[in-house]
C-alpha cells in the first residue's frame, strides 16, 4: 500500500479483555516498530520485527503483551487482560532500511 | 540504553520569529537524529533528519545542528507560520544493539498569528 496502515483507528474494551491490534506497513519494508504513546508523551518502543522475527522485545511491558509478523509484513500486537493503564495510542512504523520510521494514524485504545 | 531529553516542553512564538528546540542524548553510540511533526490527532511525519558525520543541515525554513562531543542537537525554525503549530519530537537511533529509535518527550509550538 501506499501507506503504513493500521486497523482498527480506535477501540473501546472493557478492563480484562484481550485485544488485537494490526499493522500492514509498507509494502517492501522489511522493519516494522510498534510503539505505545500516551498524551503528551514520545513514542515509547515496545518492539521491533527485523523480517519474520522479533529482533527486539525488550519494550513490552510486561507478558500480558504479545507481538507477531508471521509472513514477515503483517503484523498484530496482542493484548491480553487489558488494564486502564494500557490505553494509549498504538503506532506502528515500517523502515526500508536503518533510519527513517513511517508511521500509521495509530490505534486508540480505551480501556474503560 | 538510550535517553534522549528535549527541552523546552511548550514554546510560543509570534509569526516569523524564529524557534529552537534542544535535545539531549547519552549514548555516543547513537549516530541518526530525527526530528518529527506531529499534528494534532496524526501520525508523526519525518520533517528532517541528521547523521554523525555531518553538523548541520538545512532545508528551506528549518535546520539542525549535530554536536557529538557535548552530545546534543537542535532544531531550528525561521520565519515560522501558524502552519508551524504541532508537536515536534527529537530521536535518536544506533545501528547496534537496539535498533529503534529512541524519542524524546516532545515540545508543543504554538506560532501565534
Known amino acids: 500500500g501506499a501507506g503504513v496502515s493500521q486497523t482498527p483507528s480506535n477501540k473501546v474494551t472493557e478492563k480484562g479483555k484481550y485485544v488485537e491490534l494490526r499493522c500492514d506497513p509498507i509494502?517492501?519494508?522489511?522493519?516494522l516498530y510498534w510503539y505505545r504513546q500516551s498524551l503528551g508523551q514520545g513514542p515509547e518502543f515496545l518492539i521491533y520485527f527485523q523480517g519474520t522475527g522479533a529482533a527486539d522485545d525488550s519494550g513490552l511491558p510486561n507478558d500480558r503483551f504479545f507481538a507477531v509478523r508471521p509472513e514477515g509484513s503483517v503484523s498484530t500486537l496482542k493484548i491480553q487482560r487489558t488494564e486502564r493503564g494500557d490505553s494509549a495510542v498504538y503506532l506502528c512504523a515500517s523502515s526500508l532500511d536503518a533510519g527513517e520510521l513511517f508511521f500509521g494514524e495509530g490505534s486508540r485504545l480505551t480501556v474503560l | 540504553g538510550e535517553n534522549v531529553e528535549q527541552h523546552p516542553s511548550t514554546l510560543s512564538v509570534q509569526e516569523g520569529d524564529s524557534a529552537v528546540i534542544k535535545c539531549t542524548y547519552s549514548d555516543s553510540a547513537s549516530n541518526y537524529f530525527p526530528w518529527y511533526k506531529q499534528e494534532l490527532g496524526k501520525r508523526p511525519q519525518l520533517i528532517i533528519d541528521?547523521?554523525?558525520?555531518?553538523g548541520e543541515k538545512k532545508d528551506q525554513r528549518i535546520a539542525v545542528t549535530l554536536n557529538k562531543t557535548a552530545k546534543h542537537f537542535s532544531l531550528h525554525i525561521t520565519e515560522t507560520q501558524p502552519e508551524d503549530s504541532a508537536v515536534y519530537f527529537c530521536?535518536?537511533?544506533?545501528?547496534?544493539?537496539?535498533?529503534?529509535?529512541?524519542f524524546g518527550s516532545g515540545t508543543r509550538l504554538q506560532v501565534q498569528p
Open positions: 541528521i547523521r554523525s558525520n555531518v
Open positions: 530521536a535518536a537511533y544506533m545501528d547496534t544493539g537496539r535498533r529503534a529509535l529512541t
Open positions: 509494502s517492501g519494508h522489511t522493519a
